[in-house]
């Protein structure tokens, strides 16, 4: 599979469901919501890193990076600026990215909303930011407490975040198929009256 084939397979499955294929790893903290409802996406990740409250390094990634991947932005420490606004979501839209996933806050969310492009940040700010830095683009970084780097595939939902490393994407394609139609059986078990603890084995233990 081509990695564009491979983040296209992860998006068809919930955050949760890869979750649990990855072996319960890969999820970003909970810190890091949906600013725009209902905007998921499975993409490439291209990473950002920028020196505190400065935004140079995001405004470079936004002209530089592969149409369809999604900005990992590292906000450099401090989630009290906003590296994110409308107008980076206008060019989002503009030049094909998917969207930005950040530690930061971003502002604007009514423009945000309006375009549809998916934003995932850790709060909302009207503080803006200095362009005075370069900063960094394409090295590993961390946001919600998961490593992240270049060319790896995240995934995003409601309910969150998933990051799968480069390497183990057509895995975890495999596995998180398996994984969706244990869920799938499950639920018609529940529904044809099966007790839920008998389903996953509970009756089973101790």
């Not at 990634?61 to 590296?83: C, F, H, K, M």
């Not at 009514?110 to 998916?118: A, D, H, N």
């Not at 909302?124 to 683009?137: A, D, F, Q, V």
């Amino acid at each position: 599979m081509t990695p564009d084939e491979i983040a296209y397979c992860l998006g068809k499955f919930p955050t949760a469901t890869i979750y649990e294929a990855a072996g319960k790893f890969g999820d970003m903290g909970p810190e890091i919501i949906p600013m725009v409802p209902d905007a998921g996406f499975s993409a490439i990740a291209y990473t950002v890193k920028t020196f505190p409250s400065d935004t140079t390094a995001v405004i470079r990634a936004l002209d530089t990076a592969p149409e369809g991947s999604v900005l990992v932005i590292d906000s450099g420490g401090t989630n009290r600026a906003a590296v994110w606004g409308g107008t980076s979501s206008l060019v989002c839209s503009i030049r094909g990215l998917v969207g930005c996933v950040t530690n930061g806050c971003v502002r604007d969310t009514s423009e945000l909303i309006k375009l549809g492009v998916s934003v995932y940040a850790a709060g909302i700010s009207p503080r803006g930011t200095l362009k005075n830095h370069e900063g960094w683009c394409g090295l590993p970084v961390s946001v919600g407490g998961v490593s992240v780097s270049t060319g790896d595939y995240v995934v995003g939902d409601n309910d969150g975040v998933m990051v799968v490393p480069a390497e183990n994407g057509e895995h975890i394609c495999e596995l998180a198929r398996q994984q969706r139609k244990k869920e799938e059986e499950r639920d018609r078990r529940v529904r044809n009256g099966e007790a839920l603890s008998a389903i996953i084995g509970l009756d089973e233990i101790g």
